[in-house]
Antibody, heavy 118, light 110 residues
């Protein structure tokens, strides 16, 4: 079964850091672009970042650029999101998402909640 | 990159058809056919319903269809069913190699 499982969410103070992880199973991880998409409580979806299948190309939403870093380990079949200088507005459920190519988000994880609050 | 513009809500009766619009710019929808649509029920992760403007993934009902004209993409649901009640989001690739979502539309089946 194709599956994405996020972990690493939690409560963190403003200005703090958190590292999210996403483990995959059921498909060849190294063949796919991967993304992080977030959803603030009661709000819509917001694209955060993506990474090429070989890990060499990354992109970020303007609101997180310079604070967040996406990475992957194809050997361990893991996707990561290092989040620094966290702000209250980063509070959201963070989804790990597979991209078939051409902006086709076909598989989503169940999400991990990040709460930034003092 | 501003979010794509969707109506906040639409509604329809069972059996009717509804259309949800998604308006972008020449930097995204107007240039690329990389437009996709997602359905999200409360408490669940989004589900892919339409990709590349008008293609349906395997397993998605043919009651769902997509189209595009200029800077606006549209999702049409025909023969509305109670189970279609959900939030719907559009998404597009952009000319700065990012992705953007619409603000979301809540569909109510009356």
């Amino acid at each position: 079964e194709v599956q994405l499982v996020e972990s690493g969410g939690g409560l963190v103070q403003p200005g703090g850091s958190l590292r999210l992880s996403c483990g995959v199973s059921g498909f060849t991880f190294s063949k796919y672009w991967m993304h992080w998409v977030r959803q603030a409580p009661g709000k819509g979806l917001m694209w955060v970042s993506d990474i090429h299948n070989d890990g060499k190309i990354t992109s970020y939403a303007e609101s997180v650029r310079g604070r967040f870093t996406i990475s992957r380990d194809n050997g361990k079949e893991m996707l990561y999101l290092q989040m620094n200088s966290l702000r209250a507005e980063d509070t959201a459920v963070y989804y790990c998402v597979r991209d078939l190519g051409a902006n086709v988000f076909d598989i989503w994880g169940q999400g991990t909640m990040v709460t930034v609050s003092s | 990159q501003s979010a794509l513009t969707q109506p906040a809500s639409v509604s329809g009766s069972p059996g009717q058809s509804i259309t949800i619009s998604c308006t972008g710019t020449s930097s995204d929808i107007g240039t690329y056919n990389f437009v996709s649509w997602y359905q999200q029920h409360p408490g669940n992760a989004p589900k892919l319903m339409i990709f590349e403007v008008s293609h349906r993934p395997s397993g998605v009902s043919d009651r769902f269809s997509g189209s595009k004209s200029g800077n606006t993409a549209s999702l049409t649901i025909s023969g509305l069913q109670a189970e279609d009640e959900a939030h719907y989001y559009c998404s597009s690739y952009t000319n700065v190699n990012t992705r953007v979502f619409g603000g979301g539309t809540k569909l109510t089946v009356l």
